[in-house]
């Protein structure tokens, strides 16, 4: 990955900042879940924030999805069901926007 990324901490059910990214993007999720999951959402064309396919998550994870090498996407992490959670995210891509 080309960038050095942004990394943001949940505290609470919510969503984290919105990133622009284009190319595969590397999602490193640490900390504590609080029972809760995070599911990485993208923006479609309308403005309306979908889940991203095999993007949720319960436990820690460092894993890659592999989007177009150039196409610009804005992600972000939907945090749900959790108490008191620290989750440490951290998004990578190949140039951040």
Not at 7 to 17: I, K, M, W, Y
Not at 22 to 27: A, H, N, Q, T
Not at 31 to 48: E, K, Y
Request: charged share 10%; aromatic share 6%; hydrophobic share 40%.
């Amino acid at each position: 990955m080309g960038s050095g990324g942004d990394r943001q901490t949940l505290v609470a059910d919510g969503n984290s900042v919105a990133r622009g990214v284009v190319g595969p993007v590397r999602l490193s999720l640490t900390g504590t879940f609080g029972g809760g999951t995070a599911q990485l959402q993208a923006m479609d064309p309308s403005g309306a924030w979908i889940a991203v396919a095999n993007g949720a998550f319960i436990a820690v994870t460092d894993t890659v999805f592999d989007f177009p090498e150039n196409v610009q996407n804005q992600l972000r992490i939907n945090m749900s069901g959790s108490t008191t959670p620290a989750l440490v995210i951290w998004i990578q891509s190949t140039l951040d926007r």
